[in-house]
Nanobody, 122 residues
């Protein structure tokens, strides 16, 4: 499974960005997809996840109401729509995949993208 993120950048507080994760290499029906982020000096943090089959989602409390995860089956792409961005959202955002249930634990995801930087200025 190959994951390629895009859509990061710099934005002012209150702005929006949409991250994309293009997935290739495997049939995804039994996979769960997650977005994680890692700020300098901090551990990798779960942001949101979606089950490829059925589309059930889960969003971390820290971003609930501001971030939305979705997937496009036809394009094999997962999105993270981020609104009302705050400086504390600044991090490298990673897309990850695992075969199995959705999980907030980074260590059990098998496949990772290269990451995309999101910088929010005040």
């Amino acid at each position: 499974v190959q994951l390629v993120e895009s859509g990061g950048g710099s934005v002012q507080a209150g702005g929006s960005l949409r991250l994309s994760c293009a997935v290739s290499g495997r049939t995804l029906s039994s996979y769960a997809m997650g977005w994680f982020r890692q700020a300098p000096g901090k551990e990798r943090e779960f942001v949101a996840g979606v089950r490829w089959s059925g589309g059930s989602t889960y969003t971390a409390d820290s971003v609930k109401g501001r971030f939305t995860i979705s997937r496009d089956n036809a394009k094999n792409t997962v999105y993270l729509q981020m609104t009302s961005l705050k400086p504390e959202d600044t991090a490298v955002y990673y897309c990850a995949a695992r075969r199995g249930p959705l999980s907030q634990v980074a260590g059990i995801y098998n496949y990772w993208g290269q990451g995309t930087q999101v910088t929010v200025s005040s």
